[in-house]
Nanobody, 124 residues
C-alpha cells in the first residue's frame, strides 16, 4: 500500500507563502485521487483541495480558492499544495491523503491512506 510523507510546513507571516509536498512510496500518486486536508486544534478535519486521478481536474474549499493550488508531479511521485496569501485562520496541521478510485472527494472519511501531517502556523 502507498505511504505518504508531508513536508514543507512551518511558521510564516500573514500574506506569505508556503509549498507543501506529499511524497509517495509503495505506490504512485498517479494511481489515486489525492487530497489535502487540515485540522486546527479543537476542530474537525476539513477539506482543502483535491485532484482527480484520471484527468487531474481539481477542487478547492471556498476558503482557499484563488490562494491555494494543488498539483501533482508524476515523475517525482509527489503531490504539492502551493499556498499564497496565507491568513492566520489557515493555521492547522495539514495532511495529504490518497483515495482508491478515480474521483476525488471532499469528505475525509472516504480517503484510504494518510500522511502524518505537517504543521502550518501563520502569524498576524
Amino acid at each position: 500500500q502507498v505511504q505518504l510523507v508531508e513536508s514543507g510546513g512551518g511558521l510564516v507571516q500573514a500574506g506569505g507563502s508556503l509549498r507543501l509536498s506529499c511524497a509517495a512510496s509503495g505506490g504512485f500518486v498517479s494511481s489515486y485521487a489525492m487530497g489535502w486536508f487540515r485540522q486546527a486544534p479543537g476542530k474537525e478535519r476539513e477539506f482543502v483541495a483535491a485532484i482527480r486521478r484520471s484527468d487531474s481536474s481539481t477542487s478547492y474549499a471556498n476558503s482557499v480558492k484563488g490562494r491555494f493550488t494543488i498539483s501533482r508531479d508524476n515523475a517525482k511521485n509527489t503531490m504539492y499544495l502551493q499556498m499564497n496569501s496565507l491568513k492566520p485562520e489557515d493555521t492547522a496541521v495539514y495532511y495529504c491523503a490518497a483515495k482508491n478510485g478515480p474521483a476525488y472527494d471532499t469528505y475525509y472519511g472516504n480517503y484510504d491512506y494518510w500522511g502524518q501531517g505537517t504543521q502550518v502556523t501563520v502569524s498576524s
